[in-house]
């Protein structure tokens, strides 16, 4: 049974199984509240693996519920701050893959062949500076090799 913060703290994995096995124990809740502490004390990934595993381990057992008000309240900004960074990154995703398709669309439209491997290239691009600076050449580009030159190059065509 693991109820000293620093030893909860010093190891993580032990502290959740000391969770879980004493799931039906009068103290769980000195236990949860010193695991909850401890994962304060991590980094939000692992405290979120952490605070999941917890969550599964204890099951139905009524110490779920304490663990679920305890993590609400306590690691709140652990949840918020990842599902933040989820829809940032799906956003980001969603603009990269929108500019992708400008791209292949205006070269499509202004006649200009698109090789298979060229188009890997740009498809595989998330670079929203790499990708801004292929869209501005396709937009006067005469070939791809126009549009595929250095990205740190100026924003013309390459000759």
Do not use: Y
Request: with cysteine; charged share 25%.
């Amino acid at each position: 049974m693991i109820t000293d913060p620093e030893a909860a703290s010093a190891d993580l994995p032990l502290a959740v199984l000391s969770a879980v096995t004493h799931g039906k124990d009068p103290h769980i809740g000195a236990i949860l509240k010193v695991l909850g502490a401890a994962l304060k004390t991590a980094d939000r990934d692992t405290a979120m693996v952490f605070s999941e595993l917890t969550e599964l381990g204890l099951g139905a057992l009524p110490a779920a519920d304490l663990w679920r008000n305890l993590v609400s309240v306590d690691l709140s900004s652990f949840r918020s701050q990842t599902a933040q960074n989820l829809r940032a990154e799906g956003r980001a995703e969603g603009r990269a893959e929108g500019r992708v398709e400008d791209i292949l669309r205006i070269l499509d439209r202004r006649g200009i062949a698109v090789p298979d491997e060229a188009r890997a290239t740009i498809t595989g691009c998330t670079d929203p500076d790499t990708l801004a600076t292929w869209f501005d050449r396709a937009i006067t580009a005469t070939t791809i090799d126009d549009v595929l030159a250095d990205p740190t190059e100026p924003d013309s065509p390459s000759t």
